[in-house]
């Protein structure tokens, strides 16, 4: 990454209130759910900004440049394997595949001034694991993330989810 797109941790941006997002997955497709405005600091980033070619799950505001504002990495918001306890013996536990995943999350993401777009990376449809490089999965203008939606999201039933960040 350039200088530009290389915020050091003295020159990360805060805000007062923070956007909380919920989305919801079926397989690797992403849309918003809901989202509210909260009078709170966000989480900083704790992570170098992602580079080309990086695995993983994070989000990223750019602003209306296209510069790296602020990122985060986010913690596997979409279950693509379970952990089950194994018939055999000798192995406690395993990951199972889960065959059509589906579910929600939530993100916190800072209202800064300079943010003029939200993207979503993770692994693509399709991928052979999980390590795979990480593509675009939603992208949304910041205006269209300011905008109050949906009350509380109602979890699907059969849908587990995942860790809140």
Do not use: C
Not at 10 to 22: G, N
Not at 76 to 85: H, L, N, Q, W, Y
Not at 122 to 136: F, K, R, V
């Amino acid at each position: 990454m350039t200088g530009k797109d290389s915020p050091t941790a003295a020159a990360v941006p805060t805000a007062a209130t923070t956007l909380r997002v919920t989305f919801a997955y079926r397989d690797r497709d992403v849309r918003l759910v809901a989202s509210r405005r909260v009078a709170m600091i966000a989480p900083p980033p704790v992570t170098p900004p992602p580079a080309h070619g990086q695995s993983g799950y994070w989000f990223e505001l750019r602003g209306a440049a296209g510069e790296l504002v602020f990122h985060r990495a986010l913690n596997a918001p979409i279950r693509v394997d379970v952990e089950v306890f194994s018939d055999d013996a000798g192995q406690t536990m395993k990951r199972v595949p889960v065959p059509a995943p589906q579910g929600q999350f939530e993100v916190l993401v800072p209202d800064l001034p300079d943010a003029r777009t939200f993207h979503f990376f993770g692994t693509p449809s399709g991928a052979a694991s999980e390590s795979a490089p990480s593509l675009e999965l939603f992208r949304i203008d910041v205006d269209e993330l300011r905008k109050p939606r949906g009350d509380a999201p109602t979890p699907d039933p059969g849908a587990r989810r995942s860790d809140r960040k």
